[in-house]
Structure formats: structure tokens, C-alpha cells
């Protein structure tokens, strides 16, 4: 299984909800990341989480709150965004090294309203 | 920092053209690069990777990139594309930690049929 697993696809929500997105993956991969993508630009690194602990903070705004529950979860926690915060947001699981590739997942297109 | 950078950003060409994309890198050390593809709807795939040895890495669908460290380049290419090309393309390369990827600002590629 080389997939990585994002739920749910699409969101929408108020500013002022609380939504989770989460991810999942079984490659055993100990490091995780959440990037956000916007139209037409590359994705942009949010969290970096190795061996279930929080290596990278990129300085994202606690509007976001990431989660690593065990080593194939991770999760995003949302709660009074903007709606500038609209992208698309994709997890990505990596095994160890500089020399290994990322598999990114199909990400989750949010809509802030 | 590692930066990457791809000289296009938009690239129209017919079916049975062929293909090249720039990618420019920054990181002087040991160095590893990418190429995703991300096709319209879908999360971001690999195409190939260069970590060492053979600096003319084959990868996925017919495309293949060239490492030349003189010209801290990784051009990607293709010899015919089809209209199943379409996509946008992105060049990455990881920090020297590893765990951190850093994306070019991508190269949408539409081929026309």
C-alpha cells in the first residue's frame, strides 16, 4: 500500500467552525507534513511531524493546530479561519533520508466562507 | 537554504513535440532533486529522482531529467508528449536535514491534441 489517505476531500465551513482534516498512511513512514497549496502556486510546507513529534513549524498561525496521534495519522485541526485560507491542503508521508520521495496525498480542498 | 527555481511558467505545445523544463538549484552539498507531476484533479505523483551515479535519470511515462552539477541544473524532458501530459510539473529538492522539500514555482504544460 503506497497511498496516502486524506479525508474528507472537499470542506466547507464559517469562520468561526472547528473541522479537522485528517491523513493517513501504512508505508510505516516516521515523518509526516502538512503543506498548503494554493491556485496556480507550489505547495508550501505548514508542519513537519518525525517519529509522532513536531519538528517544523513553518509559523502558521494557531488557527492551526496539527495532530500526530500514532505514526500513521496525522491530523489538522481548524478553528476561525479566514477566508484567505482557502487552498488546498495536502499531507505527505516520507520514510527517512534525503534521498527517499514524498508521497503526497489528494489533498483537501478547503473553502473558508 | 536550498531554493529551486523553474525558468516557466507556462508551457502550450502540440501532441508529439518534445518537452523541456528548467530547474535551477541552490544547495551546493550532497544533493538530491525531484520531479512531481500533479495532473488536473489529482495529488502530486513522482516522476523521477536523482539522488547519485547515472546524472541521466530515467522515471515514469517516458520522461527523463539530466543532472548537471556545473550548471546546478536538473532539466526535465520528454521527446513526445501526449495529450495526457497536461499537468503542472514541479522540481523539489529536500534541506540538507532531509525533512524539509522545497518546490520550484511549478510549469503548467498544456499539450494540445
Known amino acids: 500500500d503506497t497511498e496516502v489517505t486524506q479525508t474528507p476531500k472537499h470542506l466547507v465551513m464559517g469562520m468561526t467552525n472547528k473541522k479537522s482534516l485528517k491523513c493517513e498512511q501504512h508505508?510505516?513512514?516516521?515523518?509526516m507534513y502538512w503543506y498548503k497549496q494554493k491556485a496556480k502556486k507550489p505547495p508550501e510546507l505548514m508542519f513537519v511531524?518525525?517519529?509522532?513529534?513536531?519538528?517544523i513549524n513553518e509559523s502558521v498561525p494557531s488557527r492551526f493546530s496539527p495532530e500526530c496521534p500514532n505514526s500513521s495519522l496525522l491530523n489538522l485541526h481548524l478553528h476561525a479561519l479566514q477566508p484567505e485560507d482557502s487552498a488546498l491542503y495536502l499531507c505527505?508521508?516520507?520514510?527517512?533520508?534525503?534521498?527517499?520521495?514524498?508521497?503526497f496525498g489528494q489533498g483537501t480542498r478547503l473553502t473558508v466562507v | 537554504a536550498q531554493s529551486v527555481s523553474q525558468h516557466n511558467h507556462h508551457v502550450i505545445l502540440s501532441e508529439a513535440a518534445s518537452l523541456e523544463l528548467g530547474c535551477n538549484y541552490s544547495?551546493?552539498?550532497?544533493?538530491?532533486l525531484f520531479w512531481y507531476v500533479q495532473y488536473p484533479g489529482q495529488h502530486l505523483q513522482l516522476l523521477l529522482k536523482y539522488f547519485s551515479g547515472d546524472p541521466l535519470v530515467k522515471g515514469i511515462k517516458g520522461f527523463e531529467a539530466e543532472f548537471i552539477k556545473s550548471k546546478f541544473s536538473f532539466n526535465l524532458r520528454k521527446p513526445s508528449v501526449q495529450w495526457s501530459d497536461t499537468a503542472e510539473y514541479f522540481c523539489?529538492?529536500?534541506?540538507?536535514?532531509?525533512?524539509?522539500?522545497?518546490f520550484g514555482g511549478g510549469t503548467r504544460v498544456l499539450v494540445k491534441p
Open positions: 511531524y518525525s517519529y509522532e513529534k513536531l519538528s
Open positions: 523539489a529538492a529536500p534541506s540538507a536535514a532531509g525533512n524539509k522539500l522545497t
Open positions: 544547495y551546493g552539498g550532497t544533493v538530491n
Open positions: 505527505a508521508s516520507q520514510d527517512r533520508g534525503r534521498s527517499t520521495e514524498a508521497f
Open positions: 508505508m510505516g513512514h516516521r515523518a
